[in-house]
Antibody
Framework: EVQLVESGGGLVQPGRSLRLSCAAS????????MHWVRQAPGKGLEWVSG????????GYADSVKGRFTISRDNAKNSLYLQMNSLRAEDTALYYC????????????????WGQGTLVTVSS | QSALTQPASVSGSPGQSITISCTGT?????????VSWYQQHPGKAPKLMIY???NRPSGVSNRFSGSKSGNTASLTISGLQAEDEADYYC????????????FGGGTKLTVL
């Protein structure tokens, strides 16, 4: 069974940093691209970032570009999101999601999703 | 990037059919046959319901179907059941110089 377990969320002050992790199991991790998607409280889904199987292709939403960095460690079956210069508007539940293929691209979809880790940015 | 446009809410009675629209542009929905749909129950993670406009993953009821015309994709749920009450989101790749995806704002389905 495919499992994605996010961790690393918490309460952080504006301007500070946080690193999220996503532990993957039940599939060959380095065969698939991965993504981070977030959901602000009571709001809709927002794609945050995606990374191909070998980290060769990476993308970011405009709202986080220059502040967030996605990475992966295929030896550890883990996905990461380094979040710097956090803002109140980054407050959200952050999900990691598996792509359908190794190379993230137009044909990608997100399945399955983890249960999410909550990031709260507040002073 | 702008979110895809979905109605905020739709409703229907058990046994009826409903359709949720998802309107984008030629840079996303209209440019690719890769629209996907997700169901999210309160407090739960989203679940893939439709991929590549009209394909159902294994285990998803055939009461769920998808289609697309021009820049608008649609999700139809037939034979509404109480457990279909949830939020539904569409998603599409959007063309740009880098990898990028966009979601719709979400539609709350109420089964009356």
């Amino acid at each position: 069974e495919v499992q994605l377990v996010e961790s690393g969320g918490g309460l952080v002050q504006p301007g500070r940093s946080l690193r999220l992790s996503c532990a993957a199991s039940g599939f060959t991790f380095d065969d698939y691209a991965m993504h981070w998607v977030r959901q602000a409280p009571g709001k809709g889904l927002e794609w945050v970032s995606g990374i191909s199987w070998n980290s060769g292709s990476i993308g970011y939403a405009d709202s986080v570009k220059g502040r967030f960095t996605i990475s992966r460690d295929n030896a550890k079956n883990s996905l990461y999101l380094q979040m710097n210069s956090l803002r109140a508007e980054d407050t959200a539940l952050y999900y990691c999601a598996k792509d359908r293929a190794a190379a993230a691209g137009p044909g990608s979809w997100f399945d399955p999703w983890g249960q999410g880790t909550l990031v709260t940015v507040s002073s | 990037q702008s979110a895809l446009t979905q109605p905020a809410s739709v409703s229907g009675s058990p046994g009826q059919s409903i359709t949720i629209s998802c309107t984008g542009t030629s840079s996303d929905v209209g440019g690719y046959n890769y629209v996907s749909w997700y169901q999210q129950h309160p407090g739960k993670a989203p679940k893939l319901m439709i991929y590549e406009v009209s394909n159902r993953p294994s285990g998803v009821s055939n009461r769920f179907s998808g289609s697309k015309s021009g820049n608008t994709a649609s999700l139809t749920i037939s034979g509404l059941q109480a457990e279909d009450e949830a939020d539904y989101y569409c998603s599409s790749y959007t063309s740009s110089s880098t990898l990028r995806w966009v979601f719709g704002g979400g539609t709350k389905l109420t089964v009356l």
